[in-house]
């Protein structure tokens, strides 16, 4: 089963969950909305068999106890299986018990990026950010933990990202870029991912990055990153 391994489990040391994007004086949280949603339309029986998927990441005490998919996703939210910023467990767990239909709601979340008001990019923005994230994705390869640890990123995020993602380079890119957009918000910018290739000599990569932007005729100091 295709779920995250070892790093992830019961017995692994959970990092300090970040705190939830704000919603807004009188607002609900998106997140909290979109697992409350997808909690209302399981099944008894889709619940169990939940249940019975997550039997290697929580304890048995802690699952008899749950009630509801509100109280399982809040267990693993506690434990950093899943987070707002990091959907792939629950979209597997969706997968294993044949609900489409709500992985479809993950997708459309995910597609949506919320943010905080004062973090969220205008449309222009994500366009330049996701013409330099596919030239980083396409030419960066193995050497993508090298650049995340000039970024700055944790060895224990680096580590989740790959358990998440054991065989899948390219993806393991994509979400630790994510990760790290959503921890700088909008003081993430295009000219940091620059400065940190050319850091570990991926100077051809810097270049195309470059070139890229500057064909959309726009200063990389002036992007600010999002995904």
């Not at 997808?38 to 997550?54: H, R, V």
Request: glycine content about 6%.
């Amino acid at each position: 089963m295709d779920f995250p391994s070892a790093m992830l489990g019961q017995d692994a040391e959970i990092p300090r969950a970040r705190p939830l994007p704000a919603a807004g004086p009188g607002t609900v949280n998106p997140f909290l909305s979109l697992l409350n949603s997808i909690s209302s339309g399981l099944s008894d029986t889709e619940l169990s068999q939940m249940k019975f998927l997550c039997r290697d990441k929580i304890g048995k005490r802690k699952l008899d106890a749950v009630q509801s998919g509100r109280e399982l996703f809040s267990i693993l939210m506690e434990q950093q299986l899943i987070a707002h910023y990091n959907l792939e467990f629950l979209r597997k767990l969706l997968q294993h018990i044949g609900r489409r239909d709500l992985v479809s709601q993950l997708v459309q979340f995910e597609e949506e990026e919320p943010h905080t008001p004062g973090d969220q990019p205008d449309g222009h923005e994500k366009r330049l950010l996701k013409a330099a994230v596919d030239v980083i994705c396409d030419h960066v390869g193995r050497e993508w933990k090298k650049l995340m640890r000039e970024l700055g990123m944790a060895e224990v995020k680096l580590d989740r990202i790959v358990a998440a993602h054991p065989f899948n380079l390219y993806e393991q890119l994509v979400q630790a870029l994510r990760e790290w957009q959503v921890c700088k918000g909008k003081d993430a910018k295009v000219a940091d991912l620059i400065k940190a290739l050319r850091s570990c000599n991926l100077n051809l990569v810097a270049d195309k990055v470059e070139e890229r932007i500057s064909q959309l005729n726009v200063e990389p100091h002036e992007i600010p990153l999002t995904l």
